[in-house]
């Protein structure tokens, strides 16, 4: 661009200048059927220095609530204004995004295949590639999820929290809820620690679904991570729309989980599901009630310990064993539901509204 000074930034063996944006295919593999698959990253190169984010989804191809919320994310005006670069891919695993699977055709979970080799298999090989192209030339990274088949996820930040930039990510991105996860072995969130880089997993919503209620607060998070780190601009006190003096919702700071566990089915049946996500529940309190299709077994599942269902199966067909409610613990349980409620009362006021073309 005429009178900028900053270098281009070159991905894929595509070259972007300062103040432009492009779709880059870089090239993975060929299926049996001869065709390509490529990993279709979005770049957006601003014309000022800044810091390089990435944002990746459908790791796991069925959780698809990312590549929506990656689609509004660079359909808004505001990202105009960048300050550094975005690297978005709304697909990483394309095969199991085709077959609406979360795995691989070898049946390899992506997310325990990092860093990867070239030399590798299908999952090692795709994970090489996002690591060098990608998450190498980043400074911070934000990995979507969603829960995994039939199972539903209230919106949550998990992160190493011990991390003190990382911990700093997590509370800008504006969610009630951080879970302080450890790094887990092979996931691309461990490598890009082992690189210095500070991530987020975002995770809400259920797979094979679109859940506005999942989609908006991580537009908005994503967003307002980028103003803290220096990205894009703080926020206009007046809507250049109308004029108006924008409406706020007061900050609060999010709720770190002490622990969290599953509760678990203690016999095979059919579950009459009583809480839902987001709901508080004091040791004692009724979850559900597991029957059998015969009408001869009628069995309670209580709450053990005071906690928040961050987590809970959506299939009322369960075996003993199966995980049925994900319940996260906090110190300040009530003022954690306060925070919730007034979480959803925001949900119309998000800047893919406010500031989107």
């Given at each position: 661009?005429?009178?900028?000074?900053?270098?281009?930034?070159?991905?894929?063996?595509?070259?972007?200048?300062?103040?432009?944006?492009?779709?880059?295919?870089?090239?993975?593999?060929?299926?049996?059927?001869?065709?390509?698959?490529?990993?279709?990253?979005?770049?957006i190169h601003g014309r000022k220095a800044g810091p390089t984010l990435f944002v990746s989804a459908a790791i796991h191809g069925d959780e698809i609530n990312g590549v929506e919320i990656i689609r509004r994310l660079l359909a808004l005006s505001l990202v105009r204004r960048l300050r550094g670069t975005l690297i978005a891919v709304p697909v990483v695993n394309l095969h199991g995004f085709i077959s609406t699977s979360r795995y691989l055709?070898?049946?390899?979970?992506?997310?325990?295949?990092?860093?990867?080799?070239?030399?590798?298999?299908?999952?090692?090989?795709?994970?090489?590639?996002?690591?060098?192209?990608?998450?190498?030339?980043?400074t911070?990274?934000?990995?979507?999820?969603?829960?995994?088949?039939?199972?539903s996820n209230l919106p949550q930040i998990r992160a190493n929290l011990d991390d003190a930039a990382t911990a700093s990510l997590a509370r800008a991105f504006g969610v009630p809820v951080l879970i302080?996860?450890?790094?887990?072995?092979?996931?691309?969130?461990?490598?890009?620690?082992d690189r210095g880089i500070p991530m987020l997993v975002y995770e809400g919503?259920?797979?094979?679904?679109?859940?506005?209620?999942?989609?908006?607060p991580a537009v908005r998070g994503i967003v307002d991570t980028m103003r803290a780190i220096g990205m894009l601009p703080e926020r206009a006190s007046k809507s250049k729309s109308t004029g108006q003096p924008m409406r706020r919702v007061k900050a609060r700071d999010p709720f770190v989980a002490r622990s969290n566990r599953w509760v678990r089915a203690p016999v095979?049946?059919?579950?009459?599901?009583?809480?839902?996500?987001?709901?508080?529940?004091?040791?004692?309190?009724?979850?559900?009630?597991?029957?059998?299709?015969?009408?001869?077994?009628?069995?309670?599942?209580?709450?053990?310990?005071?906690?928040?269902?961050?987590?809970?199966?959506?299939?009322?067909?369960?075996?003993?064993?199966?995980?049925?409610?994900?319940?996260?613990?906090?110190?300040?349980?009530?003022?954690?539901?306060?925070?919730?409620?007034g979480f959803d009362e925001a949900e119309p006021l998000r800047v893919d509204e406010a500031e989107s073309e």
């Amino acid at each position: 661009m005429p009178g900028s000074t900053r270098k281009p930034f070159s991905i894929g063996g595509t070259t972007i200048r300062a103040g432009e944006r492009a779709w880059v295919d870089i090239p993975v593999t060929r299926q049996y059927t001869h065709n390509e698959i490529h990993l279709t990253t979005h770049v957006i190169h601003g014309r000022k220095a800044g810091p390089t984010l990435f944002v990746s989804a459908a790791i796991h191809g069925d959780e698809i609530n990312g590549v929506e919320i990656i689609r509004r994310l660079l359909a808004l005006s505001l990202v105009r204004r960048l300050r550094g670069t975005l690297i978005a891919v709304p697909v990483v695993n394309l095969h199991g995004f085709i077959s609406t699977s979360r795995y691989l055709p070898d049946g390899r979970d992506l997310n325990r295949s990092f860093p990867g080799s070239n030399q590798g298999s299908l999952a090692s090989r795709l994970a090489s590639i996002l690591m060098e192209e990608v998450v190498g030339q980043a400074t911070h990274g934000i990995d979507l999820h969603t829960g995994a088949q039939h199972r539903s996820n209230l919106p949550q930040i998990r992160a190493n929290l011990d991390d003190a930039a990382t911990a700093s990510l997590a509370r800008a991105f504006g969610v009630p809820v951080l879970i302080n996860s450890r790094l887990r072995d092979g996931s691309l969130r461990e490598s890009a620690a082992d690189r210095g880089i500070p991530m987020l997993v975002y995770e809400g919503g259920e797979s094979l679904r679109y859940d506005e209620w999942a989609i908006r607060p991580a537009v908005r998070g994503i967003v307002d991570t980028m103003r803290a780190i220096g990205m894009l601009p703080e926020r206009a006190s007046k809507s250049k729309s109308t004029g108006q003096p924008m409406r706020r919702v007061k900050a609060r700071d999010p709720f770190v989980a002490r622990s969290n566990r599953w509760v678990r089915a203690p016999v095979s049946g059919v579950l009459r599901a009583s809480a839902e996500l987001g709901r508080s529940v004091a040791a004692g309190d009724l979850l559900g009630v597991i029957c059998d299709p015969f009408g001869q077994l009628d069995h309670p599942i209580y709450a053990q310990r005071a906690g928040l269902v961050i987590g809970r199966t959506r299939l009322p067909l369960v075996n003993e064993g199966d995980g049925i409610y994900h319940i996260a613990h906090f110190e300040q349980l009530d003022e954690v539901a306060t925070a919730l409620e007034g979480f959803d009362e925001a949900e119309p006021l998000r800047v893919d509204e406010a500031e989107s073309e």
